[in-house]
Each structure stands twice: as structure tokens, then as C-alpha cells.
């Protein structure tokens, strides 16, 4: 997978190279033995084709192994030769370090090589893979901002990283600069297990073609970074399969896996240590350490003794490659070779196209019956993904035009919904943007589907006429009734009271739909429903409490509604026959939000065919429905302000007291909330 983090300008570049060539010097003579066989420096290495301007702008020779201090100025926004500014212009972000992660029956692969040259051929395929990745990020976000958040316009330009390859996946750890300082990822060095993954600094700089230098435009970054994942994996595959290696995908169908290593090995590798990050503050605290206050480099120093003695104690020094093989011994695992024949001939472009569009097309259906709504690179995403069992198109990044044409593709075809063909439709939408893009909002494409669109439509018009029918309506009389032998006081509390009593009014008397909206706590059920309740009951209406599990229908009761039923089996009841709904029922929907626009309109539907009262209740803001899109939400552009009653206040935090405790939750300080 590929996955990605700022580095912050203000860290020190001292623990960012450390972190990121795990704590080994780099000016040292180990650098030829380290290159002998895969051909670069896995510890650190320059973008193979680095351009010479942004070279010339990040002040490095590219012709040269990264070293110590031009990495650590790099880090923190400065020339590598100089230690100057790039620009004028301050750099909050000097870099993203962007993860490539094979599966872990890559790394197994690698670990447990019949000999060095087999390694070495697949630890080039991922370097291989790597590469194509990062240019294809590269040529996504490498366009230079012109003006205060690109109010000016962009321009494509040149982008440059530095690589760093790691054998080893350990703990981390997020340590804090002492009390104010910067917070950096450290590895905890204790015995880790076999992971191979690159992280990939790429520089906050983009250098166009007329020697402009300007910031990485990364909002792709957050939209499309699956996608970049999915073509790395497809990428990945096919240099495995150019090897002889038979490819498969994992279990949901992400990653490309080597077939032969098998599960078992691959979750006997997958595992955690944290044992040494609670030692370690025990042994500062022994020592008289105040283990907040510490800087960094100290904290990083005591993990390091403590991980050592922890070594000592429970693994005699051994090294990790010697504690992984005992481990292979131990669960009965034994790795030959990766490479079990030759490479399988491949299919015909259109094959492969037609093949990765049906993949990509059953994977959107399932985020369509989520979603009504989804952003374009969740598409694009799937579409990467399915080339991952079919190959891509030639090497380097041509492989990136079968994204595209297996996109035209499904949007051709289309897709299936509830049994029901439908169509594409893609267009763009305002988003606001991130505290790190400044300047007005971006338009992000977003797509959905015909028969969603198809929905939301005719239940916002079943929505408006159930709202204005008022064939179930109670007379007011009978609701002021009602009220009086309820023996509830609205008049108590003048807070939220007067609103209580108003929510009681509009369901009785309301037409053939009204919804309630308010948090939980200001007594929807508790003393808006029993007196209308009671007030159904005395006119002969029969009154069915539902909600979206059983749990939330049976809590209806205690509003002195005595059947209660969960959606789906009410539906599925309606439709068999075993449960009747006529002009007498009462339909009472609680936490309405979980509620989809699908089964609302079962409902709906249910109300112009027997001509029953639907009367709904929840928070928009609470919790969105499982399925697509909240039905409230929709019906709520439409409704009359009659049937959408608000009890804005609570009845829960009446003091400023409990409100400070409350904000303290919401804000995630839970300790200070509790005390």
C-alpha cells in the first residue's frame, strides 16, 4: 500500500534522515557493498531521473549518494549545499514522505531467496515498481501554484525525492520535543518483522519550465492516493510476473501476493512489539526522567538501551534474520524459490481492459450500496486495481492510459443497483479546502448514479405530497386532550417546553408525513410521543414503532407503543403479507438518520397505497444512514416547515457546568472530562 505523511519544516533534519535511513550513517564506505547487487544504495538514493533544475534548486548533485547533512537540510526546507531558503516564499511542509508497501508475500519472497541473485531480481521489481509510482504521483501533483492558493493558476513542472528502502517493519512511536516541541515518528528498535517498503521524501518543490519554483499541488494526495496505490501494485505484479511468479490478489482484492508463499507464513510475519515504548518510560522514570519533558534525541537514546537489554533478556542478541528463520522453523514453513515457471503469455489489450473493467465494475456497485455519492478516484481506484490481475501496457508509466480506458469502459457499460441498470453521472462539486491549501474553494469531481438520482427524486416527491395530505390527521381537539391526561408540564421548563408541546401538535395533527429533528435527550420520546401516541390510540389507529435495528424499535415502548419492528423485517413482513399497513396505521420511524432513501420510499409507497401517517424522528447530525445517503436529508429540502418540528435545546446539560464537561468529550479530552 502506499501511504503518506508531511514532514514539517520546523523538524529537526537531524531525526528526520535518522528516522528515514534507520539510524545508520550514510558518508560511510558500506555504500558499495550495500549496491553490489540491486544497483542503488538502499538506504538512501535520489530519483533515478532526476530533473538537472530541480536538482539545481534543492542545491544537490544527483550524480552523487545522498549524504547526512544535505538530507537534513533538504528536511527542513533548505539547499542541500548552502543550507539557504529554496525561495522566499517559507516552506511549512518541506516534504511528503509517500510509503510504497508490497504484500507481505513480497517480503517473504525476498527474506527467504534461494540465493542473492534471486533477491536481488525482486527487490528490483519493487524498485522497479516504485519508480513508476512515485513519477505517476509526481505528474499528478508536480504542478507549481501560481498566487495565494493558486488563485493565479498552475503550471506542470519538475518534481524530485529522495528514496529510502527498508527490510523491517517496527513498531513506531510518536515522540514530542520535549513538552512544546515537534512530535516525530520514531522506529523502536526491537526485533521487528520482515516488511519491505520505501519511504519516498518528495520535496515541497516544483520547478516549471520557466525556472518558477513553486509548492506541490497535493490535493490529489488526499482524493486519489488508492489509486496510486493501485497502480503501484499493477505495476508490481507485472515485473513479478516478468520473473516467472505466479500473482494473485490478497483477500480484498488491494495487492498483488506471490501465490506460492502461503497464508499461514504471511500472518505468522504480522505481528506487533510495544512492550519496549511502556519499558522505556518506566526505566526514565526509574532513573528520576521526566519522559515528556525529554528531548527527542534522549527519548530515542533510552529506547535504544531498552530495547537492547530487552534483546539480551528474551532473544541472546540474536539478529532479526536469525529470530525470523527460527520462526519459519517453528510453524513448519519451508520457501524454495519464488520463481516456479516462466512468464505467462499475456492477454490482448482489449482483453485486459474488458477483464479489469468487469473487476472495477462489481467493486462500485458495492460502494454504491453505501454511497450515493463517490469521489472520482474511488472509481479510478478500482479501475487501477483490476489491472493488477490483467497487466498493464508496456513499461515505465504508459500503463497509466489503461486507467483511463478501462474508465471510458465502465462508464460505457455502467452498472447494476437493486437489480436495476444504471448510469454514471459525473460532475463537479465546490469542496472546501485544507488548512495547508490557502486561497478559494477547489472543485473536486464527484459521481453518481442514475437509478440514486432516480430515488432521491421520487422520494422528495412523495415526501412533498405526504406532507400536505391530511387525510390522517387528528383534530386539534382531540391532541389537546391528549395533552391535559398525559399530566406532562410544558410549561416547567420554558426552555425547551414551549417546542416539546409545538412537536406534539404538528404529529398529530400534521399530514400524511412530518419528521422531528432534534438531539438526543430533549425528550422526543419521552414527552412528544405518549400524549400523541395515546391520542392514536383513543381515535382506533394502530401504531407500529420502527427503527433501523431492534434495539432502537423497542425502545419505542416505553412511548406506549407496544409493537415495535426492526426495517427490514417490517418491510420484508409488508411484502409477504404477515404484517397489514392501512389508513388506521401509524408508522412511527425513529433515529430516522440510519434510515436510506431506499426504505423510506418503501415507506412512502406504503403511504399513498393505504393512505397511513408516517411520523419520523432523529438527528441529521447524530448518525448518517448505512445506505447510501440520509432519507432525512433529502426529505428535508422539500418539506413544508409544518412537518419539520425542531427541538433545538436539551434537557440533558442545564448548567454551564455539565455543558464545559460536555465540550470537553467532544474536544477528545476525556481524562480532563472524567476527573
Not at 98 to 106: E, N, Q, R, Y
Not at 241 to 249: D, K, Q, S, T, W
Not at 250 to 260: F, H, R, S, T
Request: glycine fraction near 10%.
Amino acid at each position: 500500500m502506499i501511504s503518506f505523511r508531511k514532514i514539517s519544516a520546523a523538524s529537526k533534519g537531524k531525526l528526520i534522515r535518522a528516522y528515514l535511513s534507520e539510524g545508520t550513517a550514510l558518508d560511510d564506505a558500506g555504500r558499495k557493498l550495500a549496491t553490489y547487487y540491486i544497483g542503488r544504495d538502499p538506504r538512501a538514493s535520489w530519483r533515478p531521473d532526476m530533473a538537472p533544475a530541480v536538482a539545481q534548486a534543492l542545491g544537490i548533485n544527483p550524480a552523487l549518494a545522498p549524504g547526512d547533512d544535505a538530507l537534513e537540510r533538504l528536511f527542513e526546507a533548505k539547499r542541500g549545499d548552502t543550507g539557504e531558503a529554496w525561495t522566499a516564499n517559507k516552506r511549512s511542509v518541506s516534504a511528503y514522505d509517500l510509503t510504497a508497501s508490497p504484500d507481505k508475500s513480497v517480503t517473504l519472497a525476498i527474506e527467504f531467496a534461494r540465493d542473492d541473485a534471486e533477491k536481488a531480481a525482486l527487490i528490483q521489481a519493487v524498485w522497479r515498481a516504485n519508480d513508476d509510482a512515485m513519477r505517476y504521483v509526481a505528474g499528478e501533483i508536480g504542478w507549481a501554484r501560481r498566487g495565494r492558493g493558486g488563485q493565479d493558476g498552475m503550471e506542470p513542472g519538475e518534481v524530485g525525492w529522495a528514496s529510502f528502502m527498508h527490510f523491517t517493519a517496527r513498531p513506531t512511536l510518536a515522540v514530542q520535543d520535549g513538552p512544546d516541541g515537534q512530535t516525530y515518528v520514531m522506529d523502536v528498535p526491537v526485533p521487528g518483522d520482515p516488511q519491505t517498503h520505501i519511504h519516498n521524501a518528495m520535496f515541497n518543490l516544483v520547478v516549471t519550465a520557466d525556472g518558477h519554483i513553486g509548492s506541490l499541488d497535493t490535493a490529489a494526495m488526499h482524493d486519489r492516493m488508492h489509486e496510486f496505490d493501485g497502480f503501484f501494485q499493477a505495476r508490481l505484479a507485472d515485473e513479478l510476473r516478468a520473473l516467472g511468479i505466479e500473482v494473485a490478489y490478497n483477500k480484498g482484492e488491494l495487492a498483488a501476493v506471490i501465490a506460492c508463499i502461503p497464508e499461514f507464513a504471511r500472518d505468522a510475519f504480522s505481528k506487533g512489539h510495544k512492550a519496549t515504548v511502556r519499558k522505556a518510560k518506566v526505566y526514565a522514570e526509574q532513573h528520576g526522567l521526566d519522559w515528556d519533558a525529554l528531548p527527542a534525541e534522549r527519548k530515542l537514546a533510552l529506547l535504544g538501551t531498552t530495547a537492547q537489554h530487552a534483546r539480551l533478556e528474551k532473544f541472546d542478541g540474536k539478529g532479526d534474520r536469525e529470530l525470523w528463520r527460527e520462526q519459519a522453523e517453528r510453524i513448519g514453513w519451508q520457501h524454495t524459490t519464488a520463481i516456479t515457471g516462466e512468464a505467462a503469455p499475456a492477454p490482448t489489450r482489449e482483453q485486459r481492459i474488458e477483464q479489469a473493467a468487469r473487476f472495477a465494475i462489481r467493486h462500485i456497485e458495492e460502494e454504491f450500496a453505501t454511497a450515493a455519492v463517490l469521489n472520482l478516484g474511488v472509481l479510478r481506484m478500482w479501475a487501477a486495481r483490476g489491472l493488477i490481475g490483467t497487466g498493464l501496457s508496456g513499461t515505465g508509466l504508459s500503463g497509466t492510459e489503461d486507467i483511463n480506458a478501462v474508465m471510458r469502459e465502465v462508464e460505457h457499460r455502467g452498472i447494476t443497483l437493486h437489480g436495476e441498470q444504471a448510469r454514471l453521472i459525473v460532475g463537479e462539486m465546490a469542496a472546501p479546502m485544507r488548512d495547508d491549501e490557502p486561497g478559494q474553494a477547489r472543485m473536486r469531481t464527484r459521481v453518481t448514479n442514475t437509478v440514486q438520482v432516480r430515488i432521491e427524486r421520487e422520494l422528495m416527491a412523495l415526501s412533498k405530497a405526504a406532507a400536505v395530505d391530511g387525510g390522517g390527521a387528528l383534530s386539534e381537539a382531540a391532541v389537546e386532550r391528549a395533552v391535559v391526561a398525559s399530566g406532562i408540564d410544558y410549561h416547567k421548563d420554558p426552555e425547551v417546553g414551549p417546542a416539546q408541546l409545538a412537536a406534539v401538535r404538528a404529529f398529530g395533527t400534521g399530514g400524511g408525513l412530518v419528521f422531528l429533528e432534534g438531539a438526543a435527550g430533549v425528550g422526543k420520546t419521552s414527552r412528544v410521543l405518549p400524549p400523541v401516541v395515546a391520542a392514536w390510540k383513543a381515535d382506533g389507529r394502530r401504531v407500529i414503532g420502527l427503527s433501523q435495528a431492534w434495539r432502537q424499535a423497542d425502545a419505542l415502548q416505553d412511548a406506549g407503543i407496544e409493537r415495535t419492528v426492526a426495517m427490514q423485517p417490517f418491510l420484508a413482513g409488508v411484502q409477504s403479507g404477515d404484517i397489514e399497513v392501512d389508513r388506521n396505521t401509524v408508522l412511527v420511524v425513529d433515529e430516522a438518520a440510519q434510515i436510506g432513501p431506499r426504505q423510506f420510499l418503501e415507506l412512502l409507497k406504503l403511504w399513498q397505497e393505504t393512505g397511513c401517517v408516517i411520523r419520523a424522528l432523529g438527528d441529521r447530525e447524530q448518525c448518517q444512514a448505512i445506505e447510501a445517503s440520509s432519507a432525512v436529508e433529502i426529505m428535508a429540502r422539500v418539506l413544508p416547515p409544518e412537518a419539520l418540528p425542531e427541538l433545538l435545546a436539551t434537557v440533558r446539560q442545564k448548567s454551564e457546568r455539565t455543558r464545559e464537561i460536555a465540550d470537553l468529550f467532544r474536544k477528545g479530552q476525556a481524562e480532563e472530562a472524567l476527573d
